[in-house]
């Protein structure tokens, strides 16, 4: 492994901060404890899949393994953005995983629901955690994700891609 980030190629996550050879890169025990915290996404569910970063903090799950580092265009899919000062998971993360998250999950009605996929902030009372949280809404009888909210001050802050939008 480089001793330096390439945005143009794909680092395997070390699994342990003992292992981290890249200064300010995730490891694989830091994503998984933080989506235990977050969300109370046991790691698991993770465990067939590896965490590759590609770019700054840009971080992708894969399910199987190749070998470490791989220049290739896209591997797997995005699934966390590190690096910053609050970690915030992608939107298709969040869709293809949080509807086993037991944490942090805004469950909205069927207008607040509309008023997020529309990219709409909206007031609400939640009286969990501020910061970003799994937006649900209930389709046929289950929980299903829609995507990933940030809230803050009594406001849920739409943050779903302008090109995944939806209207009526």
């Not at 480089?2 to 050879?21: H, K, V, W």
Request: net charge negative; proline share 4%; with cysteine.
């Amino acid at each position: 492994m480089s001793e330096t980030n390439d945005g143009q190629r794909f680092d395997r996550l070390p699994a342990t901060i003992d292992e981290r050879d890249v200064e300010g890169r995730a490891t694989r025990e830091e994503v998984l404890d933080w989506w235990n915290e977050r969300f109370e996404i046991g790691a698991e569910l993770f465990e067939n899949h590896s965490f590759w970063e590609k770019g700054a903090g840009k971080i992708w799950i894969f399910h199987g393994d190749v070998p470490s580092p791989t220049e290739i265009e896209g591997l797997g899919m995005t699934f966390l953005r590190t690096r910053q000062e609050h970690w915030k998971p992608t939107t298709n993360a969040v869709q293809r995983f949080g509807c086993e998250a037991e944490r942090n999950v805004i469950e909205l009605d069927p207008e607040a629901a509309m008023n997020f996929v529309r990219g709409e902030d909206q007031k609400l009372d939640w009286d969990g955690d501020w910061g970003y949280l799994i937006a649900s809404h209930e389709i046929a009888g289950e929980r299903e994700p829609l995507g990933v909210g940030l809230y803050l001050h009594g406001e849920l802050r739409s943050v779903v891609p302008k090109g995944r939008r939806r209207e009526d």
